[in-house]
């Protein structure tokens, strides 16, 4: 009997030996590369989603859902008693280093002679370092690989941060020249990797490394571009008609139109947000009649500390307010109801009600679920974080004069006119200023943890939270890595950990 | 019954010898058994032969030819009586005439009928069981005697008619076992295999054929995934060997079949367990975990049977577990922080596992045709059983029809052709369940018994309808009580349990047809061509409902999944049997060809209107929730195998086997593997030194054997590829794009799991062979167990790819031990045990690197760890409860002086040290009795249901009664916590769960003779019956017997469907 009785083809799969040799096939692998980050900030593996790791640890939220006790995972990364087996930084570790494995899959295999490759080749340079960059961010040395492992066991210790940043600064540099203004994308294809997406991420890796005379150019840059200008009104930043908007930069898309029903898909890989059904105010009971002011009951996680909300109520403004939060107060005054014997982590409940990112009925689908069909778009990088960043690097640099003009375009979108008590601050007095705006600007989209422990404030600010210095800001490398890596022991963990 | 060749042929050269000895050694070159009266062979003088491979029959006729004896050959024996002409001479003094039939009313021909008082005269019984015997005188004492039945005696006391019924002996050495393409004597078999026969399975009540394996020979473990009618049920033969799907190779009529759920247990006639290598090893390919044979019932020559079987029973729910009532929630929650205030004048208590349960009726009918020929034989059968849910009703009811045609024609002298048939058709509620989330008996624990199951307070349901929403209803149009403390994904499991609308259809066909040549005397060449086709269709919808937004929907969606197995296996095969003077050889060379393929389509779609009518897909005009999906499955293997078997004078027995397997799903340079097994056997009491009386039969067993297993193989390990499955992303339009990765890693290395076993064994049986005994020492070691291999995070990729990852060693000692007897006043009883041990343990893991299987709540449970039971359970140590605070005391395992996750260590593993079984059964006059018990020990579960998310989830009572409740109370649980890890990711949620179940206890009655000739049946028997009633164990949660669908997750129990004990009633009737 011949062998080739025992010879089958595998269904639906793509020979890699004959694949990305075609345009449609290289644009088909970076596709592959978003969706992976879809994935990562949706829920993959039960809600261990990006937008929980990167958020919850800051002052501005607290983990809420229905008791202290919701997803441990979660509250564990709001109370700084998460330890090295807790699930949500295993799998966002995961999520990161899938982009890396894609991206590299496509450097080191496409062939130079497709019409985009170029191109495509950019895109996926642009994500290996984005993933890259948030690695060494959250857990400081990591495991490197710029080609993927061939062999089915891992030996691959941690590698140096500089190694990191210099692959990364090579990956940004060369996208740069390569991609496109957002101006010159296709109608359709303006979700994609720009030029000016690759040149604010550049910069913030420079300032996070604190090298400020690199970083304000790149972001100075961005602010030149004019494919991008500040949104008129601050809260439709978030909804879906300004998907690829003019303050877009780098954003990860969802869609309604694939209409999930509560039969899943519940690994991730759903089309839609689930992560703002988490986000809305909590129903069964907790609050109700959210119509009056326009949202619609969510599970009430990643909610908004008191500190933050006193902050926002007192200095946002009126529309940063609005669209950031609303308090009690104002709440049943506009008719709503708060019952606490309703289910609800009331100890996460400071008194003001969770709006951004959260449940406004019209970013649903009409017909379908509307619990599991959001498709508001997580914004990674928009412009008035750019120009804070870049007021920042300035400012840092001693180029306060270049500094408070963007500060003040940010806080005249914000609906400030009067600029007389700030715009004479130079230097440090002027750093606070700068830091109080990301804290207005950006609360609750993430950003707020990773600024404070650059800035050396987590202490200050975290301290009765139950932040420790020398320990707290950075992630335990996951046990599953531990024990998977053979180049990993549990000596190699980060301080505090082991 | 034996399948002898009636070609027999003989060489032997006597002369003037006795006929006794040459009757001796026909007997041993043919296997074929004399039967006479000393008084027909008394005056012969001595003989001479010499013949050189003639026919058995040829030979008689020459050897007789010059005597005044005739013979006759009936099945196997040679009986002998005197010429007409010769019994004439005898003197006549008082004639005495019958009938000897057994105890189906069926005659027996040849029983041997001796005067005792003067042994040498006798004769034996016709072929229609008549006979007639000229006594010395009327008083004389008559003996009758036939091989395999008691012998009787009676007093003439100058009766004219006598009618004698014969019980089969206790046991029938020259059984044949049915072993890998072929038959063994019992006697010459060297390998370790258990049996079962017809008789222990009709007694069984459950309709699924394993069940009837469980408890009934040692080493084998049946493990049910689920107590709800129809579930599947796992087997593990002689431990878990294998990282995945560790069942053994089901092999029915010769073709292998994925399951055996499909059959009538009434349609069986043996089952026979390989557990050794040696003999599994013909099997090679997929023998690693043992090997199942099914051989179903044919007709018999000459006696046309008709047979129904008919069972009724109630089941009834059997569970220890038992939760918190209203007022020990009350103070549990209330010391453990929370308010519990239930609403103003309700006063609920309820129990919800009562609330779910029910007495449900289940039944089964089996009807069967079967007789037969000279040359054809031919069995029809149908059953049909339905059987409810004690949990959910008529919403778990399993349906099954199957019907069976069985034929064997000799068309020719040289060719034999036949065909095994059966088709079945069943259908089966299925009920969520095993899941933390959404499973109705998982929601019956969880739910607080503040919640009534009808909902009164109509404000509520109001504010649900005001917001949009549906409440559920039942078919009064009562609303269902909505949850007053209990948050989340949990609801009123009542609601569910009515609701759910998830039905899976499927329709098997399995049929082989074969042909066997027989063109030389010992030469068999057989051809067979089985099929398996499974059609399985699963529909599923659900009406709209509101509990809580965890608990909602909003949309009637209609699902559906379409599964195709066909399986087709050819098989080739030629032995050969030659014997010569004491030398027994038989040859075994063959090959086969297997091909697989299974695709399969999903459909879901939004539906018109509610109702299980709308629940097509053509009805709805908006197709934005229209989904389709599907898939396709193809593999092919072929094998070479040969094996032979010798035995010197039935006394000295060796057997080798090698089988060669080729299989698709391996990587190209792995494909290819052998598996060589050997086995020995001396069977010591044969030994003329041997003289010890009381031990009729002692054998000595050896084997060492390879087999092979590649059921967890996700094939093309070895091709890099990329795929587009499930990868799309929208455009700032939400026009999505589809994507392309590259998922998973290649692995060339990819080869067989090889299992390698080391068996010694004893058989022994004494006294008459009432005493049984045997003893079996196992070592089973499975290298290169594959498995999905989980690469460390960093490597990036999404999916795993299949690797050779360890090895795990089984090693047990198993005991079987049997008393058989019947007193002098006619009690017939048998007293059976059987005792295994079981070890596990995983000896090797590739790299070192532990990898993690079942989760719970997020965190890796269960490991696959060297130096640990297979996928045993990982969590916190306690050292019991500190008097002082009322926490658990976790154990510093790692001694750093802190506790932290790195202090997690085995707490529990789900494998047993101890399997046993016991059956007592007894039969008196008309009346019989049985008694049946199984059980384990050493066996943990992991409590693995509770929700730490939800903290006014219910509890077991355990957790309150046992409670801390003060400074210096030395209680076993700690201070009520609803949260802590240490409590719920510890050994406080791990139980002992060995058990002890009396599976049956059973009493029959057998109608009278007399009675059931008047109305023309041959024997009617019915019998009363109490299943699965009693359970002792101390574990606490729903069943101890906690199985899972999942391989590694065997024992963590999500909230099961336990086993129901039942109460039934049986008849059987013969015509």
Sequence with gaps: ?498 | TSTYSQEATLSMKRSNVSIEQIIEDIEKQTGYTFLYNQQVIDNLDVLSLDVEGEELLEVLDQLFASTSISYRVIDTQIVLTKSPEAISLIQQEHTLSGVVTDVNGDPIPGVTIVEQENPSNGTITAIDGTYTITLSSPDATVNYSFVGFEPQTIQVAGKASVDITMVEEAIDMDEVVVVGYGVQRKSVVTAAISSVKAEELEKVSNGRVEHAIQGRTAGVAVLPTSGAPGASVKIRIRGTGSNGNSNPLYIVDGMKTGSIDDLDPNDIASMEILKDAASAAIYGTEGANGVVLITTKSGTKGKAKIEYNFQYGIQNLATNAEMMNASQYKQFMEEAGETITPPAGENYDTDWLDEISEAAPMQRHSLSFSGGTEKSTYLLSGSYLKQDGAIGGEHARFERYTFRINTKNEVADWLEVGNNLNFSHSSRNILPEDDEYRSIVNSALLMDPYTPVIESDMSRIDAIIADGNTPLQNANGDYYGLNRFVTGETANPVAFMENTHNKEIRDKLLASFYGTLKPLEGLNITSRLGLELTYVTRKEWSPKYYFSSERSNNLNIAQDWVDKYYKALWENFASYNKKFDNHDFTLLGGMSYEEYTHPNYYMKSEMPKEGEQYAYHDYYADRDNNMVGGNLEENTKVSYFGRLSYNYASKYMLEASLRRDGASVLPEDNRWASFAAVSAGWLISQEDFWSVEAIDYLKLRGSWGQNGSIFNVNPFADMAFWTSQNINYPNEDEVLSGGSRSPRPTNPNLGWETSEQTNFGVDMRAFNSKLNFSVDYYVKETEGLIKGNRMAGSAGFGEDVSANLGTVKNSGLEFELGWRNTTSFGLKYGVNFNISTLKNEVTEVLDDTPQPGANVRGFNMTWFEEGYPIYYFKGYKTAGIDPATGEPIVVDVNDDGEITASDQTNIGDPHPDLLYGATFNMEYKNFDFNLFMQGMSGNDVFMAWFRTDRKLSNKPSFFYTDRWTGPGDNASMPAPDNTSDYVYRSDLVVQDASYMRIKQIQLGYTLPKSLTEKIKLQRVRAFVSLDDYFTFTKYEGMDPEAGSNEDNRQGIDKGLYPTTKKVMFGLNVNF
């Excluded at chain 1, 990797?193 to 690759?198: L, V």
């Excluded at chain 1, 400030?416 to 750093?431: M, N, R, V």
Aim: charged share 25%; net charge negative.
């Design chain 1, 1 to 498: 009997c011949s062998d080739s009785v025992l010879d089958k083809t595998p269904i639906g799969q793509f020979n890699s030996a004959d694949y990305l040799t075609t345009e449609e096939e290289a644009e088909a692998a970076i596709i592959g590369v978003y969706d992976y980050l879809q994935i990562g900030y949706n829920n993959y593996g039960d809600w261990s989603s990006i937008f929980f790791v990167k958020g919850l640890q800051g002052d501005d939220l607290n983990t809420g859902g229905g008791s202290s006790a919701d997803q441990p995972k979660l509250q564990q990364l709001n109370s700084f008693t998460y330890e090295y087996d807790n699930p949500a930084l295993k799998d966002v570790w995961h999520s990161f280093y899938k982009i890396v494995n894609a991206s590299n899959a496509i450097l080191n295999t496409i062939s130079p002679e497709l019409d985009n490759a170029e191109q495509i080749s950019a895109e996926a340079k642009f994500f290996r370092a984005y993933a890259y960059f948030e690695l060494v961010t959250m857990w400081g040395d990591v495991p490197f690989y710029t080609v993927n492992t061939t062999e089915i066991s891992v030996d691959n210790p941690r590698a140096d941060k500089t190694t990191i940043y210099n692959q990364i600064h090579k990956d940004l540099a060369e996208a740069i020249a390569v991609l496109p203004v957002k101006d010159d994308l296709a109608e359709g294809l303006k979700f994609r990797i720009s030029k000016g997406a690759a040149q604010a991420l550049k910069g913030k890796v420079y300032l996070y490394q604190e090298d400020y005379a690199s970083a304000h150019p790149l972001l100075q840059a961005v602010i030149d571009d004019d494919s991008y200008s500040l949104t008129e009104d601050y809260s439709t930043i978030w909804l879906k008609g300004e998907r690829a908007g003019s303050e877009s930069i780098f954003e990860v898309l969802y869609s309604s139109k694939n209409a999930h029903d509560w039969g899943g898909p519940w690994d991730g890989t759903a089309e839609s947000n689930f992560i703002v059904q988490l986000c809305g105010p909590r129903g069964d009971n907790s609050f109700n009649d959210l119509d009056v002011i326009g949202y619609t009951n969510g599970w009430g996680f990643n909610v908004p500390t008191g500190k933050f909300g006193d902050l926002l109520q007192a200095e946002a403004g009126a529309e940063r307010y609005t669209t950031s939060t609303i308090s009690e107060a104002e709440f049943v005054a506009a008719g709503g109801e708060v019952n606490r014997s309703g289910n609800n982590n009331w100890d996460a409940f400071e008194g003001y009600i969770r709006l951004k990112y959260s449940t406004i009925p019209s970013e649903t689908s009409e017909g379908g679920v509307k619990e599991v069909n959001w498709n508001t778009p997580f914004k990674l990088i928009r412009l008035s974080d750019v120009m804070l960043m870049a007021a920042e690097a300035y400012n840092r640099d001693g180029m306060d004069a270049q500094a408070v003009p963007l500060i003040r375009d940010v806080r005249e979108r914000a609906g400030f006119t009067d600029h007389s008590a700030w715009e004479t601050l130079t230097g440090d007095p002027l750093f606070d200023i700068i830091k109080k705006e990301r804290a207005l600007e950006l609360a609750f989209e993430g950003h707020r943890f990773w600024d404070l422990v650059r800035w050396g404030d987590a202490t200050t600010e975290l301290g009765t939270r139950g932040f420790t210095a020398g320990k707290n800001e950075i992630f335990p490398i996951p046990q599953e890595e531990i024990d998977l890596n053979a180049g990993i022991s549990i000596e190699d963990q980060n301080p505090g950990y082991n």
